[in-house]
């Protein structure tokens, strides 16, 4: 097993982050929680609730200790074209106040859910990501950042039916690295993927891209 982290999730009350957190807390890892009073009932069993606001920068770098470890999940949820208001709202503000929060703390390892780019559709939500992605690189970070496209699990799992199109993409050399970069990847995966980058941290100041692919084949 490896040495306990101190880490701080931000948007650890929704999908992901219920079903990250039992499997970091499982492998020893010390779990700390920022969520809104409302929100705090909905923190995992095992994990320390921290009251606070992921959108403010005071509030994320109180929350944070020096060589924490930081997991970014604060996202619109269900993400579709409608509702771009919310994610320069939310997505925007929430990974500026984590950034500019790391920078007064010395944070040890920033994990980042990004999202597959380029891609043809969702172009709001790209651009949002890819702006968090770029002030991570600007503030020279150590983090890793993860770009999924669609994580399937309980309650997820309608676009199974088109997965037959996507087998028929990859059979195609012209569309097979389409196919690849905005693959689906099960819960499961993403989860051992997102443990497997917390506990890997890159080189000091440096970023690295963790895309579906490497979601796919992540082990521990």
């Known amino acids: 097993m ?20 039992p499997s970091l807390l499982a492998r020893g890892h010390r779990v700390r929680v920022l969520a809104r009073e409302e929100s705090v009932k909905h923190v995992p069993a095992g994990a320390t ?18 060589g924490d470890t930081l997991i970014h999940l604060v996202g619109t949820p269900h993400p579709t074209p409608s509702k771009a208001d919310q994610f320069e709202k939310v997505d925007l503000l929430s990974i500026r ?37 770029s002030m991570i690189r600007e503030a020279e970070l150590t983090a890793t950042i993860v770009r999924p496209w669609y994580v ?13 199109l996507y087998k028929l993409a990859e ?4 569309m097979r690295p389409t196919a690849e970069r905005l ?11 997102m443990v497997g980058a917390a506990e890997n941290p890159p ?17 521990l």
């Open 49 to 66: 609730a921290m009251i606070g606001d992921a959108l403010n920068d005071d509030s994320v770098a109180a929350a944070l200790r020096s």
């Open 2 to 21: 490896p040495s306990p982290l101190d880490i701080l999730v931000t948007g650890g009350t929704g999908y992901i982050g219920r079903n990250l957190i």
């Open 171 to 174: 059979a195609f050399p012209a």
């Open 152 to 164: 399937l699990g309980p309650g997820r799992r309608w676009p199974k039916m088109i997965l037959p």
């Open 97 to 133: 106040a984590s950034v500019r929060a790391a920078r007064r703390v010395k944070l040890a390892h920033l994990v980042y859910v990004s999202v597959a780019q380029p891609a043809p559709i969702m172009q709001a939500y790209l651009w949002v990501r890819a702006l968090g992605e």
């Open 183 to 193: 693959g689906l990847v099960t819960i499961e995966q993403f989860v051992k993927a």
């Open 203 to 219: 080189a000091s100041g440096r970023q690295r891209i963790v895309d579906v692919p490497a979601i796919k084949s992540a082990h």
